[in-house]
């Protein structure tokens, strides 16, 4: 009996120590990542940068909270992990984790606890809301994945220094440009997120092409615009970021003159004039609300407040004394009727604010892609709702508060 007792555990060891091997070698199929290849991630700002070569490659707008902070290396790589906790298999849309995991060591864990992952929340990416990891894009995720090996070390810290200055105090030695390429958005269609989509949106808005909203997620208003980008520019509409589409894009610049003959457009108008006139009124922060070429409410609003702004009669008609301002008026230096404020700086502009100022935020905000839905110099809902999500694209606290950190984020754009 004592000798059939010794068979058996004997034979559940050798069944341990198989399931063992095969466990460790499932999670380290790639040798250790070079020293010249690592990840910075800043929570201070939700950014992730990473270097290959000692060079920044690119950097990316991710989720953090309570992540820890010190020095990691990735330990393991896996393809659509499955949610334990939530019972939910890899590669399901409603897996939290995304379909790429790269685990880090941190705290002493084996990679299974902390990773830097995708998520089925895209609205997430660039706030303080993990429990512990660091979510991406899932398609930003994927070109991760396919960069780092196991051992690829990782940086993460809570830094008001660049990211060249954080390699830096970590050991790392950094040369090239400090400036990541910026992304490339040909190939980019309805159901694309991240970074270049955001950018995307960003230029056909600055068009006068609304997105209604720049979050990085490319739905049926981005779809609606560059459609009629494309349509614009004798463009095949197809709704795809092609090389042609592409071209056109690098091409275009915010603010472009009306053509002389929207001279006597008026509420009731159509045409190709129109749209010109709805483009350069949108680039200009009055927005259309849409780009159509029907000269209807909307269009007759921001007209209004377009002459209301420039001191001109308010009639609503594109008369000689309106279309030589808006010929002389540019997307990136809009003009008032008195000296505004600097966005380098200026007062503390919160809900309730009026004034040039606030005019002067809501024009840079709208030419950004931050909608305020509309130029009125007041500080009302629709520009509080812009304010944060710019805050929270570009890493701030989304307050709605414009004081110094907000200022110096929109004097850099």
């Known amino acids: 009996m004592a000798k059939k007792k010794t068979k058996v555990s004997v034979l559940f060891l050798a069944v341990i120590l198989v399931m063992g091997t095969l466990f460790f070698s499932a999670n380290k199929t790639e040798a250790a990542g070079s020293t010249t290849h690592f990840i910075v991630i800043n929570k201070a700002n939700n950014q992730l940068a990473y270097y290959k070569n000692n060079k920044l490659v690119r950097t990316f707008s991710v989720a953090t909270g309570r992540t820890p902070e010190g020095k990691f290396r990735i330990v393991n790589k896996i393809v659509n992990r499955p949610y334990y906790t939530g019972k939910i298999p890899g590669g399901d849309p409603r897996n939290p984790l995304g379909n790429r995991w790269l685990g880090i060591n941190a705290r002493g864990t084996n990679g299974t606890t902390y990773a830097i992952h995708g998520n089925n929340n895209p609205s997430s990416i660039g706030k303080y809301i993990s429990s512990g990891c660091v979510r991406m894009y899932d398609n930003e995720v994927e070109w991760l994945f396919s960069q780092v090996t196991v051992g690829t070390p990782v940086v993460i810290t809570n830094s008001s220094k660049s990211f060249d200055a ?39 808005t600055s068009l006068g092409y609304d997105t209604k909203g720049v979050d990085g997620i490319f739905g049926n208003n981005t779809d609606t615009a560059l459609r009629r980008f494309q349509k614009d520019r004798g463009l095949s509409v197809n709704g795809v970021v092609d090389s042609a589409t592409q071209k056109a894009l690098n091409g275009a610049k915010p603010g472009v003159k009306p053509p002389a003959t929207s001279t006597g457009l008026k509420k009731g108008s159509r045409g190709n004039e129109v749209r010109a006139l709805q483009q350069k009124l949108t680039s200009l922060g009055f927005s259309t609300k849409g780009i159509d070429g029907v000269f209807g409410n909307n269009t007759d609003a921001a007209l209004r407040q377009f002459q209301k702004a420039r001191g001109l009669s308010v009639t609503g008609v594109v008369d000689a004394a309106t279309q030589k301002a808006l010929n002389g008026t540019t997307a990136s230096k809009p003009s008032s009727p008195s000296k505004g404020p600097s966005l380098t700086s200026g007062p503390i502009l919160k809900l309730g604010s009026k004034g040039d100022a606030v005019k002067a935020l809501q024009q840079k905000l709208t030419s950004l892609g931050f909608n305020t839905q509309g130029v009125d110099g007041m500080f009302g809902s629709n520009t509080s709702a812009a304010v944060r999500k710019f805050q929270s694209a570009n890493g701030l606290a989304a307050d709605g508060i414009v004081g110094p950190n907000t200022y110096k984020a929109l004097s850099s754009k």
């Open 166 to 204: 954080i390699a830096a105090a970590n050991g790392y030695k950094v040369s090239g440009s400090s400036q990541p390429s910026q992304p490339a958005i040909s190939g980019l269609k309805k159901g694309s997120r991240g970074n270049e989509v955001r950018t995307l949106q960003q230029k056909l």
